[in-house]
């Protein structure tokens, strides 16, 4: 069942959470592939999404917080430009799975973080208390919405 969204009348919960889908005829056709073949990007990026959920936390513990979120992100952040720069559609679907396996230690460690007390490394205080870590928790979500928000404009900026 779809609920109406008050934020994006005439689409629905469902709809305007996949950012991906409204692009992937452009890439078919870009990549001179078919329509399944595009897909992948998708579909493997949420595989890579699932993966990065199990290893982050192991690792995590092992190697502390602070490394491996900047590991993470500065993955991320090369697996975003090498997706930009892609020559082939194999080349879009690796980079779209280092993707998601940089882009997931935000998910992982995010709430980790918060739930650690280390919040006080991204806050630059010695001691948190609980209400900080609250409104740190949400600003995290106000900020993760926003950046769902811009992806279809820097789609768009990038295809003029």
């Known amino acids: 069942m779809c609920h109406r969204r008050a934020d994006q009348p005439g689409k629905s919960r469902n709809e305007s959470r996949i950012s991906a889908a409204p692009p992937l005829p452009g890439v078919a056709r870009e990549f001179h592939a078919t329509a399944a073949s595009a897909q992948l990007t998708t579909t493997l990026y949420i595989v890579g999404l699932s993966i990065g959920q199990l290893i982050y936390g192991p690792i995590s513990d092992r190697f502390g917080r602070r490394p491996v979120l900047l590991l993470g992100l500065v993955l991320y952040t090369v697996a975003s430009v090498a997706a930009s720069l892609s020559p082939s559609l194999g080349?879009?679907?690796?980079?779209?799975?280092?993707?998601?396996?940089?882009?997931?230690?935000?998910?992982?460690?995010?709430?980790?973080?918060?739930?650690?007390?280390?919040?006080?490394?991204?806050?630059?205080?010695?001691?948190?208390?609980?209400?900080?870590?609250?409104?740190?928790?949400?600003?995290?979500?106000?900020?993760?919405?926003?950046?769902?928000?811009?992806?279809?404009?820097?789609?768009?900026?990038?295809?003029?």
């Not at 879009?92 to 992982?108: D, K, P, S, W």
């Not at 806050?123 to 900080?132: I, M």
Request: glycine letters at 12%; one cysteine or more.
């Open 91 to 160: 080349a879009l679907v690796a980079a779209r799975v280092a993707q998601a396996l940089g882009g997931c230690v935000g998910l992982v460690l995010g709430r980790t973080i918060a739930h650690d007390g280390d919040i006080r490394m991204a806050l630059g205080s010695g001691c948190v208390e609980h209400r900080e870590r609250r409104r740190a928790v949400r600003d995290d979500a106000v900020i993760a919405g926003n950046a769902r928000r811009a992806c279809p404009a820097a789609r768009d900026v990038r295809t003029r």
